[in-house]
């Protein structure tokens, strides 16, 4: 007979878990609503489990028809926990496993299956039958097993797939160990019939999902009163696609003031206060904490936000009172209508917490709104940044080539490598776009780096005399320019692709000269090592002809807004500057040629090198050998 002792203790743990799981708020999204599901279907498998052993055990005394429910129930709930569970290993693994109608259809099959031998089983005997002996296994009775097993495997294959999906190796591997409990008690199962162990060790399947995932006080914040940062973000990304929604944000003013005043102890509690003031106001709505005394309330799209200001409003003009504390303070608002999708939920949060520092200087009780266009030009720079950080960590960096032209000839003498990345449609991004991105997020170093790199490489592989090509200027960024081993490094790439260094020449504008004895001692280390400088861009920064002449540049470039000035009205600056630098020895590149007249004019005044449309726009590396091989 069956030994029912391993499925009472389920049982009851199983009951505690429920209550506890219960009596805290809950948020709702697909992975938690599915595992309620499991735990309700998990219950019922136990109790049904138990009752319907102890009837088969009993069933002379107990009605054919109720023997067949009672096994029948039990069977397809059995069926379903396998189900459940792989769904939600699904979306724990944040994909959806009826994304399409063919996917929807292969999943549900093997339980559609089961669920209709059982229910013939009656007529049929084929998963099981009752006799005047009692309950006896069908032939059919295995495949229990077998659809177990399926989406198990199902589970596992969703597991490898989306791994990268989850964000902590420690969730993988938890969910790891989720799946592994179920599949050990399915094993045991057919090895030992009669003593009903599969439960226990589904029950701590279950408990190793709600340790890892599914413990309510994980999406909660300030003593349970409100859902957390977690939450909120967790809530828009199932929803993004599908958003209808008013989010109403609130913050308290001047809050590290506040902390300063009250204390954190204190102002802690006044937080918990109007945490909980928020929830039992508004009801229909769920309200998030965001830190920092910012709270998010999240309501349908046609929340009539006004009234909801003038009941805060309302509240903050009273202090906020508990046995120890009476605390008086103010608040600002912001709001957004957030409806479709949001292409970047990273970049929507960025605009939430510039708002809310917007709204609490603001000072005003009229909410700040955050636009459309607003979210989408954010979105846009999101997407640059991770076409920017594709292409950096892919290695798909591309590199340009502009041509420098000597004045006294006409003809080529060197160019100038730019930087390009394309974005997802395969399209170029402006670079006054992704470069101000790239000194934000620390990957200048690494994009001009491998510029660097696939220049050396393009003169290690192509005789540059035959384009009458002397050298190619390669930019550095300030940030580059900081580096304190910036001249070890690009000595071993020069060796690496075995060239001289000084068919490179460095381009750095003046914003890497704030520091004069840093400046003086980097380009020095650079300088001994064979490379030559330039300085770029002269004409918009703040250096003065003192600190060049202190610096070893060979050559000097202005600003395309310079030499457009120029040529748009002549005057003697720009003339004088260049015979300045031509006395100090340097020479002088004119930047944004694009006429024919401007570059007679330049060539007049006596600049050396010019730089623009007019000979060439930036090529492909193939096209510019293309284009300036001589043959």
């Known amino acids: 007979m069956w030994d029912y002792s391993f499925a009472v203790q389920s049982t009851f743990i199983l009951g505690l878990i429920l209550v506890i799981y219960f009596s805290l708020p809950r948020l709702s999204i697909r992975v938690n609503r599915t595992f309620v599901d499991m735990l309700i279907v998990q219950s019922a498998v136990i109790l049904l489990d138990i009752v319907s052993s102890w009837a088969d055990s009993k069933s002379e005394s107990v009605a054919v028809s109720v ?128 003593v009903l162990l599969m439960d226990s060790f589904c029950l701590m399947s279950m408990i190793t999902a709600y340790l890892t995932f599914e413990n309510p006080e994980f999406y909660l914040d300030l003593r349970g009163a409100v859902f957390n940062t977690r939450a909120l973000k967790d809530y828009l990304e199932e929803r993004n696609g599908k958003l209808s929604h008013r989010l109403l944000g609130i913050v308290i003013h001047n809050y590290y003031e506040m902390r300063d005043i009250y204390g954190g102890k204190q102002m802690d509690a006044g937080v918990t206060l109007i945490s909980r003031f928020l929830t039992e106001t508004f009801t229909d709505c769920n309200v998030f904490y965001y830190r920092r005394g910012r709270f998010v309330i999240l309501g349908s799209a046609d929340m009539k936000y006004e009234e909801c200001l003038e009941k805060i409003n309302a509240r903050f003009k009273l202090p906020w009172k508990d046995d120890d504390i009476e605390l008086y303070l103010d608040s600002c608002y912001l709001t957004v209508d957030l409806s479709g999708e949001i292409s970047s939920l990273d970049g929507f949060f960025n605009i939430l917490i510039s708002n809310f520092e917007k709204a609490d200087s603001h000072d005003s009780k009229t909410p700040i709104v955050i636009s459309e266009t607003q979210i989408e030009n954010n979105e846009y720079e999101v997407s640059v940044k991770r076409a920017l950080e594709a292409a950096v960590d892919e290695d798909k960096v591309e590199v340009f080539l502009q041509v420098l032209v000597d004045t006294k000839t006409g003809k080529a003498v060197g160019a100038e490598a730019l930087c390009r990345i394309r974005d997802l449609k395969g399209e170029l991004i402006p670079p006054g776009v992704f470069i101000p991105i790239a000194e934000g997020n620390g990957r200048i170093n690494q994009l001009g780096e491998q510029v660097f790199e696939k220049t050396c490489r393009f003169i290690s592989k192509n005789d540059i005399s035959k384009m009458g090509i002397s050298w190619i200027n390669v930019n550095l960024s300030p940030m580059q320019f900081m580096k304190a081993d910036l001249a070890q490094r690009y000595e071993a790439i020069i060796h690496k692709y075995d060239i001289r260094p000084e068919l490179i020449h460095l381009e750095i504008t003046e914003e890497a000269m704030i520091d004069d004895v840093f400046l003086r001692r980097q380009m020095q280390s650079m300088t001994s090592r064979g490379f030559r400088f330039v300085l770029d861009d002269y004409g918009t920064g703040y250096s003065n002809l003192t600190r060049l002449k202190k610096c070893s540049f060979i050559n000097v470039k202005f600003d395309m807004s310079v030499v457009r000035d120029y040529c748009s009205e002549p005057d003697e600056m720009l003339p004088n500057m260049i015979q300045t630098f031509k006395h100090m020895k340097f020479g002088t590149t004119a930047e944004g040629v694009e006429t024919e007249q401007m570059a007679r004019m330049l060539t007049d005044i006596g600049c050396d090198y010019l730089q623009g449309y007019y000979y060439s726009k930036p090529l492909p590396m193939d096209e510019f050998v293309k284009k300036f091989s001589i043959t």
């Open 67 to 194: 023997l067949y429910l009672l096994n029948a129930l039990y069977f397809i709930l059995f069926y379903m926990r396998a189900f459940l569970c792989f769904v939600f290993t699904a979306f724990v693994f944040k994909t959806d496993p009826f994304s399409g109608l063919l996917k929807s259809v292969l999943l549900a099959l093997p339980f559609d299956i089961g669920f209709l031998l059982v229910a013939v089983s009656p007529w049929t005997g084929s998963v099981f039958s009752i006799d005047a002996k009692g309950y006896h296994a069908g032939p059919m009775y295995d495949i229990i097993y077998y659809i177990s097993y399926f989406y198990l495997a199902a589970s596992f294959i969703v597991m490898l797939q989306y791994k990268k999906n989850v964000n902590k190796k420690r969730f993988w591997y938890s969910m790891l160990l989720f799946n592994g409990l179920l599949l050990a008690g399915i094993i045991t199962r057919r090895a030992f019939p009669t």
